[in-house]
């Protein structure tokens, strides 16, 4: 397993290794004493989320807001999607910048995203079975987040508008200078 930090302090990607042999491969997706010693995070992930979507679908941008807030480490387990973060910390360098990445079932790439980010990802393949771990718990009322074609972010999701597909939730999201950020 190795790690490659990203732009965005404290955001990562973590590459594991992959043990082929003729009946195909294996490979860790998490180890709280590996991930301990290369990241030096004593994260404790208390939920697992697992989601379907086909071709085209967006979710996010989210994020829960104060005490709900959630680090979480999402991978692909299979398909591709771009995965999409923006950094919320107020106090952070790369406030309201984002880093973008293609996560699927051949890189086997996870990414680690702390609190205080909002969080979303395009289904770039037919179909995508996207799976991570919260180190808080989901908790409704403290949703919020950040239409997805938010100008001031200016995100590429890769696909022409006509082929993304939102829940009616996210297509009300709110714009970026508009959300609250000590609540985040
Ligand atoms: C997030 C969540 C949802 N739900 C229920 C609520 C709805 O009845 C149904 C679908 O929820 P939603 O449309 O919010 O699911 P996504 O659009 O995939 O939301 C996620 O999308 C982005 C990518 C994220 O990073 C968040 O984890 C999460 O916001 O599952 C639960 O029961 N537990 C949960 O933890």
Redesign the pocket.
């Known amino acids: 397993m190795e790690i490659e930090p990203s732009f965005i302090e404290g955001c990562f990607v973590i590459k594991p290794k992959e043990i082929k042999d003729s009946r195909g491969s294996f490979f860790e997706t998490f180890t709280k004493k590996k991930f301990y010693k290369i990241t030096g995070l004593q994260t404790d992930f208390v939920?697992d989320?697992q989601?379907i979507s086909k071709k085209g679908v967006l979710?996010?941008l989210?994020f829960q807001k104060g005490t709900h807030a959630?680090a979480?480490l999402v991978r692909v387990i299979s398909g591709e999607v771009l995965d999409v973060v923006v950094d919320l910390r107020s106090n952070s360098e790369t406030y309201g910048k984002h880093f973008s990445i293609v996560l699927n079932d051949k890189n086997n790439y996870q990414l680690f995203i702390p609190r205080g980010f909002a969080?979303?990802?395009i289904t770039l393949s037919e179909r995508s079975v996207f799976s991570?771990k919260?180190d808080n718990y989901?908790y409704?009322s403290a949703?919020s987040g950040i239409i997805y074609n938010d100008p001031k972010l200016n995100i590429d999701w890769r696909l022409d508008s006509s082929e993304i597909q939102l829940?009616e939730?996210?297509r009300e999201l709110p714009f970026f200078k508009n959300i609250d950020v000590q609540h985040v």
């Open positions: 939920q989320n989601s979710r996010g989210h959630q979480k969080h979303g990802f991570y919260c989901y409704k949703e829940s939730k996210d």
